[in-house]
C-alpha cells in the first residue's frame, strides 16, 4: 500500500512539473493568434496581423541572420573544442584530469550575469565588445560544455575493440578515427550541436553586455521591441521559433534517434 501511494505521489508530482514547463507555451501561443492590440491572456478574437507584423519587421530578420550565424560558427568551433576535449578527458590520464574537466564545465556553473561582466572585460581589452567576432568568441565559451557532456557520454560507450580491430587490420590513426570512432559518435555530435544551437541563439545575458550597432541578436531585438510596445507581434515570433525548432528535434529524433543519446 506504501508502495502503491509513493508511486500515486510521484506520478501527481511529475504531472504538476510537466505542466509548470508547458504553462508558458499554452500562454504564448495563443496569444499570438489574437486581434487585440495588446498582449494578453486569454486572447482577444483571432487574427495573424501579428505574424504578418513580426514577417515585415527588417529589424527582426537582421537579428534573426546574426543569431544564426553567430550560432552555426560558434556550434561548428564548439564541436571541434568540446570533441578534442572528450577525447583528452575520457579516453586519458594526466595530472589536473578532475580540474580540467571542470575548467571546461565553468560556464554552466557560474551565473551569467558574473560571465557577462568577465567576457566584456576580457574582450572589451582588445577591442571585441561590439563586434561580430567577440560575440562568436563569448558564445563558444558558453557552448563547449554541452559538447564536452554529449561527446564525451557517447564516448565512454564505444568500445575500444572496434578501434583495435581497426588498426589490426592496417588502419592508421586518422583512417580509425573517420572511419570507426566518428560515425558512432554521431548521436553525441548531433545532440550536442542541438544544445550548442539552442543555447547560443537563446542567449541573453552575456549578448546584452557584447552587442552594439549592426551586431544585434534576436532575443535583444525582441527585448528593446517590448520596451516600446507590447503588442502580440512578440508571441507570435516566439510561436514560430517554437514550430521551428520543434520540427528539427523530431527531423533529428526519427534519423539518428536522440533517446538513445538521453539514456547515457
Same mark, same amino acid.
Given at each position: ?163 583495435? =580491430?581497426? +588498426?589490426?587490420?592496417? #588502419? ?5 578515427? $573517420?572511419? *570507426?570512432? @566518428?560515425?558512432?559518435? !554521431? %548521436? &553525441?555530435?548531433? =545532440?550536442? +550541436?542541438?544544445?550548442? #544551437? ?5 542567449? $541573453?545575458? *552575456?549578448? @546584452?553586455?557584447?552587442? !552594439? %550597432? &549592426? ?50
Amino acid at each position: 500500500m506504501k508502495a502503491k501511494r509513493s508511486e500515486k505521489i510521484l506520478r501527481v508530482y511529475v504531472g504538476a512539473m510537466l505542466l509548470f514547463l508547458v504553462l508558458p507555451i499554452a500562454v504564448v501561443i495563443p496569444a499570438a493568434f489574437s486581434s487585440g492590440q495588446t498582449l494578453r491572456f486569454p486572447p482577444k478574437g483571432f487574427s495573424l496581423r501579428w505574424f504578418e507584423n513580426a514577417w515585415n519587421t527588417p529589424g527582426f530578420w537582421e537579428a534573426f541572420k546574426v543569431s544564426l550565424l553567430v550560432a552555426g560558427i560558434a556550434t561548428c568551433i564548439s564541436l571541434v573544442i568540446g570533441t578534442l576535449a572528450s577525447f583528452a578527458i575520457v579516453r586519458h590520464r594526466f595530472p589536473g584530469k578532475q580540474f580540467f574537466e571542470l575548467l571546461f564545465m565553468t560556464p554552466l556553473v557560474f551565473p551569467a550575469i558574473v560571465l557577462a561582466v568577465a567576457l566584456s572585460m576580457v574582450l572589451g581589452s582588445v577591442g571585441l565588445v561590439r563586434n561580430f567576432w567577440g560575440l562568436v568568441f563569448a558564445h563558444v565559451i558558453i557552448t563547449v560544455p554541452y559538447v564536452v557532456r554529449t561527446v564525451g557520454a557517447t564516448l565512454a560507450e564505444i568500445d575500444r575493440a572496434y578501434e583495435e =580491430a581497426a +588498426a589490426t587490420l592496417g #588502419a592508421n590513426t586518422m583512417r580509425t578515427f $573517420f572511419e *570507426v570512432t @566518428l560515425p558512432m559518435l !554521431g %548521436p &553525441g555530435l548531433v =545532440a550536442g +550541436a542541438v544544445f550548442s #544551437a539552442i543555447m547560443s541563439f537563446d542567449e $541573453f545575458t *552575456v549578448s @546584452l553586455f557584447l552587442v !552594439g %550597432p &549592426g551586431v544585434m541578436t534576436l532575443p535583444l531585438e525582441i527585448y528593446y521591441y517590448t520596451e516600446f510596445s507590447m503588442d502580440p507581434t512578440v508571441a507570435a515570433i516566439s510561436t514560430m521559433l517554437l514550430g521551428v525548432t520543434a520540427l528539427i528535434v523530431v527531423l533529428i529524433e526519427r534519423s539518428i534517434g536522440l533517446r538513445k543519446q538521453f539514456r547515457h
